[in-house]
């Protein structure tokens, strides 16, 4: 069982992002003792998309231009179309989820998340997976794209799609408890 009694998590959304993949990530991570906190370049509460529709809201914790990623242990990038295709063009988000590579924190990222990764120049030379569309801009980021359920590269666990939340839930599970990968460090 991978403890993480203490640790607190961050999970960076805006509105749009997947909601199965925040909602099942996020209790598991809390059915093991993190502290999770959303967030976001908004105030107050994101919107989740659900399928094919709007889902359900969520209440932000902390807005992303205040958030430090020397306060938290980890992060979770939950995909949706929507979600990252707008964080990827704020800097704040930008830079947020840059800090966390350059200090080893442990990164999950599923489904379309890994377009926001893109942005912070820290793929190069990594392997990862994500949804299949997604394929030639991780190639052209320097970074080599696997079709494989989930995929761990020093600390960066990444996913295809809903599909594949069992296996990126235990290797997120496995990988945060583990704390921070020296090799995840970019410059």
Same mark, same amino acid.
């Given at each position: 069982?991978?403890?993480?009694?203490?640790?607190?998590?961050?999970?960076?959304?805006?509105?749009?992002?997947?909601?199965?993949?925040?909602?099942?990530?996020?209790?598991?991570?809390?059915?093991?003792?993190?502290?999770?906190?959303?967030? *976001?370049?908004?105030?107050?509460?994101?919107?989740?998309?659900?399928?094919?529709?709007? @889902?359900?809201?969520?209440?932000?914790?902390?807005?992303?231009?205040?958030?430090?990623? *020397?306060?938290?242990? *980890?992060?979770?990038?939950?995909? @949706?179309?929507?979600?990252?295709?707008?964080?990827?063009?704020?800097?704040?988000?930008?830079?947020?989820?840059?800090?966390?590579?350059?200090?080893?924190?442990?990164?999950?990222?599923?489904?379309?998340?890994?377009?926001?990764?893109?942005?912070?120049?820290?793929?190069?030379?990594?392997?990862?997976?994500?949804?299949?569309?997604?394929?030639?801009?991780?190639?052209?980021?320097?970074?080599?794209?696997?079709?494989?359920?989930?995929?761990?590269?020093?600390?960066?666990?990444?996913?295809?799609?809903?599909?594949?939340?069992?296996?990126?839930?235990?290797?997120?599970?496995?990988?945060?408890?583990?704390?921070?990968?020296?090799?995840?460090?970019?410059?």
């Amino acid at each position: 069982m991978n403890n993480l009694q203490g640790k607190k998590v961050a999970v960076l959304v805006t509105d749009g992002f997947e909601e199965v993949e925040f909602t099942r990530p996020v209790a598991v991570l809390k059915d093991a003792g993190a502290i999770v906190h959303v967030i *976001s370049p908004q105030q107050g509460t994101v919107r989740a998309w659900n399928k094919d529709n709007w @889902g359900n809201e969520c209440v932000v914790d902390r807005n992303v231009s205040e958030a430090r990623a *020397s306060d938290y242990d *980890s992060l979770l990038l939950p995909g @949706g179309v929507m979600n990252p295709d707008q964080l990827r063009t704020n800097s704040d988000a930008v830079k947020f989820v840059k800090d966390c590579f350059a200090a080893g924190k442990p990164i999950a990222a599923i489904c379309h998340a890994p377009q926001l990764l893109i942005e912070t120049g820290a793929l190069e030379g990594r392997e990862l997976t994500s949804y299949p569309s997604l394929k030639t801009d991780i190639e052209n980021a320097g970074a080599k794209w696997v079709d494989s359920e989930v995929v761990v590269d020093a600390g960066l666990i990444t996913s295809r799609t809903p599909d594949d939340i069992p296996a990126f839930n235990n290797k997120m599970l496995e990988e945060f408890a583990e704390g921070v990968h020296q090799e995840q460090m970019t410059v």
